[in-house]
């Protein structure tokens, strides 16, 4: 298990170095991606499919959550409650290291606490001003749910 944990963290830092590295600066029709997903994004709705009608959502954002923001920084990533706050159901993770994976356009997220774990989100729309995510909630194997979250920022 801890031999596991071990070849996960170091994949995944191999990983992380592997795309910071492989990004170009010179991208002159605007903003590259991790320019752009470097900001404090504003959680505006979180759905999943709904329930006997997976082409129709079903919201779970809860009004707590409206001031909830994730800070994507040159250290790291933070999920900040605002000042109210709800259960933390709904991310399983607080703090951690993130990096983008261009060839699934993706978020690379890992946590260190309050157990090691390890999510991708797929981009589903990133502009200067909105950032909407999906991925799979696989906290129990048996339910795994597909989850979008839209932010804003």
């Known amino acids: ?13 191999l990983a992380a170095g592997f795309v910071m590295v492989s ?20 959680i505006t709705n979180i759905t999943t499919p709904k329930v006997g009608q997976p082409a129709t959502d079903s919201t779970i954002f809860k009004p707590c ?19 109210t706050t709800c259960d933390s159901s709904i991310f399983h993770y607080a ?7 261009p060839s699934g356009d993706s978020i690379l997220l890992a ?14 729309l990133l502009n200067d001003s909105v950032l909407q995510v999906r991925y799979t909630d696989s906290i129990n194997p048996a ?3 597909n989850k979008t979250i839209s932010f804003k920022h």
Do not use: E, H
């Open 111 to 124: 946590a260190m606490a309050p157990a090691v774990s390890y999510t991708s989100w797929k981009i589903l």
């Open 95 to 101: 703090k951690g290291s993130w990096a983008y994976k």
């Open 65 to 83: 959550m409206s001031d909830d923001i994730i800070q994507f920084g040159s250290t790291g990533f933070d999920f900040k409650d605002g000042a």
């Open 143 to 145: 339910n795994k749910i």
């Open 23 to 42: 990004c170009s600066d010179d991208d002159i029709d605007g903003p590259d991606t991790v320019t752009l997903l470097k900001n404090d994004w504003k």
């Open 1 to 13: 298990m801890i031999k596991n944990n071990i070849l996960k963290s170091i994949v995944f830092a």
